[in-house]
């Protein structure tokens, strides 16, 4: 099941992907001590410098980590583009990426201008030169699939997304906000959720969720227009952002096009050839339902408040997701990597990380999501809950992920011809 549209051979040293997965869940304990710290009404206020703050440093130093060391694992193996020198192509990536979050976060936290000066060029490292390489990778790649096309079509949205927030970023330090500066805001964050981050989402699951879960191919219908329509849908929202139009029929394809995904995802892990039980599919199904309620929740309620709905999005979808999909890609690379060196006693996939510390960190995680649905409907202390159980979650991630890489690096220190361990 590993074979089908896979090039193993040109996978990174596994090192590349792991750093930017060991840094994600410490970004996410600092999202959680905000929230802590700062008073309810200040980091659910879209406006304010916090808020700002929080959003970046999920969007930059979450959900852009992940993407970014899963990016480097996937384009070599499931589109044939390997990255030459991956060791320091990914230092400059991971370190300019942790660098320009933290400044980031820090200048909108104290108002310190030389921190953003400082985030604003390691951010623009690390996203154009993974993005002009990617691209430049990506529009090689002869051996076209569904997945390969969604890739490409990610790294346009994904560099559109970055320029146009160091475009925001040079007018904010300058002083110069312009009377369209929100039209441009709104364009950036729809690329962001919509291109960069749910497009690739959707890729990588025409291919995942199959290989993974050995389950039902989505139909070719969907890989093959799904991806092409939302994109073509975010270029005419940038087309015409501004000229003063009633975008509402954006706001119904947009969830159209979203519940087909999530649909379809949730009809592929529900009919699978081999129904094993694996808590990997929670994360999923959480997410996939999450994205289903997200959307209806932004084309029905009335935006007001966007806090239901970025709860929703960020952490009941993307984040969910991207567990589910960190806890597959760990073991199997450790699986991987060991098979290839020649080692023939090895754990199998499913016991690289324990089972039970996966379903206690998802329980955990489960919970502080609804405290923080429930906070928009009862008093401060269900946020400070939430914030306490979201905090204990990501360690218990990190720890998981952790354990899951040091017994691979146990393991390749021995001999693969002895026979080392007992799973």
């Known amino acids: 099941m590993f074979n089908q549209g896979l090039s193993l051979d040109q996978a990174p040293p596994i090192s590349v992907p792991f750093r930017f997965f060991l840094t994600a869940p410490i970004f ?9 710290v700062y008073p309810a009404e200040v980091i659910t206020n879209r406006f304010s410098n916090e808020t700002i703050a929080i959003v970046h440093l999920f969007t ?6 992940i993407i970014f060391g899963a990016m480097q694992q996937m384009m070599p193996v499931l589109a044939g583009a390997p990255i030459k020198r991956a060791r320091l192509f990914a230092t400059i990536v991971h370190s300019s990426l942790t660098i320009g979050t933290l400044c980031f976060a820090l200048k909108f936290l104290f108002n310190l201008d030389k921190f953003f000066i400082v985030a ?22 002869k051996y076209l699939t569904s997945t390969v096309n969604v890739m490409r079509l990610f790294a346009i949205a994904g560099i559109l997304t970055a320029l146009l927030g160091l475009h925001l970023a040079g ?21 962001g959720i919509f291109g960069f981050a749910a497009l690739l989402i959707i890729g990588v ?16 219908s969907v890989q093959n227009r799904l991806p092409i329509s939302i994109f073509i849908l975010l270029i005419s929202y940038i087309a015409f952002a501004f000229l003063e139009l009633d ?10 096009f979203f519940i087909i995904f999530a649909f379809h995802g949730l009809n592929s892990l529900s009919n699978r050839r081999r129904p094993v039980d694996d808590v990997t599919l929670w994360y999923w199904k959480v997410s996939l339902y999450s994205l289903i309620v997200a959307m209806l929740n932004w084309l029905f309620v009335p935006q007001d408040s966007s806090y239901f709905l970025t709860i929703l999005f960020a952490f009941g979808f993307l984040f969910s997701l991207l567990q589910g999909m960190i806890y597959k890609i760990i073991p199997f690379l450790c699986w991987f990597h060991l ?30 999501l609804v405290f923080f649905i429930l906070y928009g409907f009862f008093t401060e202390i269900f946020i400070d809950i939430a914030a306490t ?4 979650s990501n360690i218990l991630f990190f720890i998981n992920c952790f354990l899951g890489m040091k017994k691979y690096e146990t393991i390749s220190k021995n001999d693969p011809m002895q026979t080392f361990i007992k799973s």
């Open 28 to 36: 996410a304990i600092l999202i959680g001590v905000l929230f802590l």
């Open 60 to 65: 930059l130093g979450v959900l852009s980590m």
């Open 120 to 141: 604003i060029i390691c951010l623009a490292i690390s996203f154009l030169t993974f993005f002009s390489v990617a691209i430049f990778l990506l529009f090689k790649v």
């Open 171 to 191: 007018a904010h330090l300058s002083g110069n906000i312009a009377s369209n500066h929100y039209t441009f805001v709104n364009i950036h964050i729809l690329l």
């Open 205 to 220: 699951s025409f291919q995942v969720i199959p290989m993974f879960y050995v389950a039902l191919d989505f139909p070719k």
């Open 247 to 256: 975008f509402y029929i954006y706001k119904i394809l947009f969830t159209i």
């Open 339 to 368: 098979s290839s060196k020649g080692y023939f006693q090895i754990p199998t996939i499913k016991e690289i990380i324990n089972e039970d510390l996966i379903k206690i960190q998802f329980y955990i995680y489960i919970t502080s």
């Open 389 to 392: 159980l979201f905090i204990l």
